[in-house]
């Protein structure tokens, strides 16, 4: 069953560097989506990507974000200057369609760790 | 707003024990409604889904029903397993709201032998 990657696994950073996560997903997939889970907190959602554009971006995701899809395959996150606060779990997740009972495919995630 | 609110964990259960976890909801709009599973060291996984009122959605023993009355998407399964163990994520999405996911805080299981 095709799935969506996402890499690395776990990123470590110095605070103020910057980082990109990257993500690949399933093929025939138009809908791309970026989440985020603080450790015990609530998976929570950061932007939504469709025709290269965003097309929902949540008050978390400040001037310090950007995502691009540069080839036909990637789709990045890319946080500019990391601050501690962005350490968390990152999930990238891509939806073939917006009818309603499509759901989102999820990958394993990108493990962030800012020093 | 959209928001989920779903019981808090951890849940202990043996083996072959009844599992029900709670999930009520509000939606501005017509929600669909998912449960995902997220076992040890994994990503998020589709366990099930429902997308309008009395919609039952079923997938590995596990079912849950829209009830748009009381606002609620709680999961249940009749016998679990030690491979149930796993956190539990209740999530709806309303295309007319950009169609993100909102996710509840998640429900940790553990299934003891």
């Known amino acids: 069953e095709p799935e969506v990657t996402q890499t690395p696994s776990h990123q470590v950073t110095q605070m103020g560097q910057e980082v990109i996560l990257r993500c690949v997903p399933i093929?025939?997939?138009?809908?791309f989506y970026w989440y985020r889970q603080i450790l015990g907190q609530k998976v929570e959602f950061l932007v939504s990507f469709y025709n290269n554009e965003i097309s929902e971006k949540s008050e978390i995701f400040d001037d310090q974000f950007s995502v691009e899809r540069p080839d036909g395959s990637n789709f990045t996150l890319k946080i500019r200057s990391t601050k501690l606060e962005d350490s968390a779990m990152y999930f990238c997740a891509s939806e073939v369609s917006q009818v309603a009972d499509q759901p989102q495919h999820f990958g394993d995630g990108t493990r962030l760790s800012i020093l | 707003g959209n928001s989920v609110t779903q019981m808090e964990g951890p849940v202990t259960l043996s083996e072959e024990a009844f599992l029900t976890i709670n999930c009520t909801y509000t939606a501005t709009g017509y929600p669909s409604l998912f449960w995902y599973v997220q076992y040890p060291g994994e990503g998020l996984q589709l366990l099930l889904k429902a997308t309008k009122a009395d919609d039952k959605g079923s997938n590995k023993g596990f079912e849950a029903t829209y009830r748009k009355e009381t606002t609620s998407f709680h999961l249940e399964k009749g016998s679990v397993q030690v491979s149930d163990s796993a956190v539990y994520f209740c999530a709806l999405k309303v295309k007319a709201a950009g169609n993100k996911l909102t996710f509840g805080g998640g429900t940790r299981v553990l299934v003891k032998p």
């Open positions: 093929s025939n997939h138009l809908y």
